[in-house]
């Protein structure tokens, strides 16, 4: 059993980190790909991952979310090898965690591909190629485990088809699977219902049908191998009521229900928003998110409500959010005497 599984285990709410690419950006990081940072700026990934273990993090992610060679080649990135990319991010990772007084899991990021992908659009003149997809996520998986990784965090999925096939993949390995995907708000026009949904009209009770279904897996159910499920980052751009931690309370409430709808209640759930909606700072040119850490912390409670059992941030969350989540999660833990 790995350790991962043991604090699967543990009914506490789990901590995670924040926002990755902007806390570079901080530093003075600035790369057309960020995964490139594993391999020019080694000491600025571990200081943000350094950043996110002080401010009370349990769990800190690799820094592989763009580390395909589908990003890599996108990016211009030349002879960039992305297993070299990966296994140095879960290096730097390791050190941030072998570091820590306290114990630090470690997910192995997979992220969505940069664009659609042929299983969503019909055929390869629109869609990258299906086999591309997991040749990809195939070599980013291969790197982090032989890194070290805790599990796979298959996240930020736009598709759910992506989503099945990166499960696929890293079910090969044997480790703990947590799949995140990101919906955007959608209505339905009679009831006036809300529904989230995917790019591509996935919503959660669909993703579960689509990993069940073994279309991209043999035939193989993947739902068995899957320990965790929920949603990131979110992307609206002009709901502020349905972004940052209101996306994921209402987002968390649908995902439980499908799980419920399918006998799945064990399955934990997780939920990881953007700081708010984000804005641009006309005088500086900045970008700049509306949910702070005192916003966004003082809704935390009713997120772990929902169900929620992994939780932190994505865009524009700071060493400053996962802090202030910290403060609230540990005035929730019952202390012995």
Request: proline share 5%; charged share 25%; aromatic share 6%.
């Amino acid at each position: 059993m790995s350790r991962f599984t043991e604090r699967l285990a543990d009914p506490r709410p789990l901590l995670f980190d924040g926002g990755f690419g902007t806390q570079l950006f901080a530093r003075g990081v600035e790369l057309p790909n960020s995964a490139l940072a594993n391999k020019s700026h080694p000491d600025e990934v571990v200081d943000v991952h350094r950043a996110y273990v002080t401010a009370g993090s349990e769990l800190i992610e690799t820094n592989t979310f763009v580390a395909s060679p589908l990003h890599l080649e996108m990016a211009d990135a030349g002879d960039a090898s992305p297993q070299e990319l990966a296994t140095l991010a879960t290096e730097h990772t390791r050190r941030a965690a072998d570091e820590a007084d306290h114990e630090i899991f470690v997910a192995g990021a997979l992220g969505p591909s940069p664009g659609a992908i042929e299983a969503d659009a019909g055929d390869t003149d629109f869609g990258i190629a299906d086999v591309k997809v997991r040749d990809a996520h195939e070599r980013i998986a291969s790197a982090l485990i032989e890194g070290g990784v805790d599990f796979f965090l298959v996240e930020t999925m736009f598709s759910a088809r992506e989503a099945a096939i990166a499960v696929d993949v890293a079910r090969q390995f044997g480790l703990p699977i947590g799949v995140s995907l990101t919906y955007k708000f959608t209505q339905d026009r009679k009831t006036k219902k809300t529904h989230y949904k995917t790019d591509w009209g996935h919503g959660p009770p669909d993703a579960l049908d689509i990993l069940a279904s073994g279309q991209h897996s043999n035939g193989v159910d993947l739902l068995p191998f899957v320990q965790m499920i929920g949603l990131n980052c979110g992307a609206e751009a002009s709901r502020e009521d349905h972004s940052g931690m209101a996306y994921a309370i209402e987002g968390t409430r649908q995902t439980a229900a499908a799980l419920q709808a399918r006998g799945l209640d064990d399955m934990r759930l997780a939920a990881y928003p953007n700081a708010g909606l984000p804005k641009m700072d006309r005088k500086t040119q900045e970008t700049y998110y509306l949910q702070g850490p005192d916003d966004m912390s003082a809704q935390l409670r009713s997120l772990v409500d929902t169900g929620a059992w992994m939780v932190g941030g994505c865009c524009g969350t700071t060493p400053e959010h996962i802090n202030a989540f910290r403060r609230v999660l540990d005035a929730d833990t019952p202390t012995t005497n």
